[in-house]
């Protein structure tokens, strides 16, 4: 077996971990529900560590496209679905209020984190800071998606096969986001 497939899911961790901290918006915890549910807890956790890390350089590069750029990266992320105006401001007075609570907290309150990596710029915070700040900031709920995955199919699996915990997975985020993009405002 190469070394590319060997660590297949963990790139694709690492780059969906890029992609939704830029400007995708489907979170890094549908590919870790499933190496979770695939592969275990060991594997879910070394993913979710690698989408963190990915998480961290695409804040980066939010965070450096907003200082070079703050109108034109405000806009962009801005016309991702889910993210308004009202949003934004909302998280600029928390960024402004701590910055290390909002970029910690504010994702766990339906925020994307890309508005953080924009804003943080603004509000005084150094790249370096911001850059661990964002491994902090996303690694906790990814390892509770995966590994928590992980341990609920390891139950489930007393009941279920490999295939129809694999269905039902898919099944629970085509719920997901049909509720999230049935509830998001127009």
């Known amino acids: ?28 915890d549908v590919l870790l529900t499933y190496i979770g549910v695939k592969q275990g807890p060991r594997a879910a956790a070394m993913a979710s560590l690698i989408a963190a890390l990915g998480a961290a350089v695409g804040g980066v590069l939010m965070f ?21 105006a009202e949003m934004a401001r909302e998280a600029a007075a928390a960024m402004d209020a701590n910055w290390f609570a909002a970029t910690l907290l504010g994702p766990l309150s339906s925020t994307p984190f890309k ?46 096969n490999e295939s129809q915990l694999l269905w039902l997975t898919a099944g629970a985020w085509i719920l997901f986001y049909a509720t999230f993009f049935a509830l998001m405002p127009n």
């Open 1 to 28: 077996m190469s070394l590319l497939r060997a660590h297949a899911l963990n790139i694709a961790a690492f780059f969906w971990g890029v992609a939704e901290a830029t400007l995708f918006f489907f979170v890094p």
């Open 64 to 84: 450096a496209w907003s200082q070079s750029d703050p109108n034109g990266a405000y806009a962009a992320v801005l016309a991702v679905p889910a993210i308004s």
């Open 115 to 160: 508005l953080y990596a924009i804003l943080a710029p603004h509000a005084g915070v150094t790249l370096p800071a911001f850059a661990a700040a964002s491994i902090i900031a996303r690694l906790p709920r990814f390892l509770i998606v995966g590994v928590g995955a992980a341990f609920l199919a390891r139950q489930l699996r007393r009941r279920l």
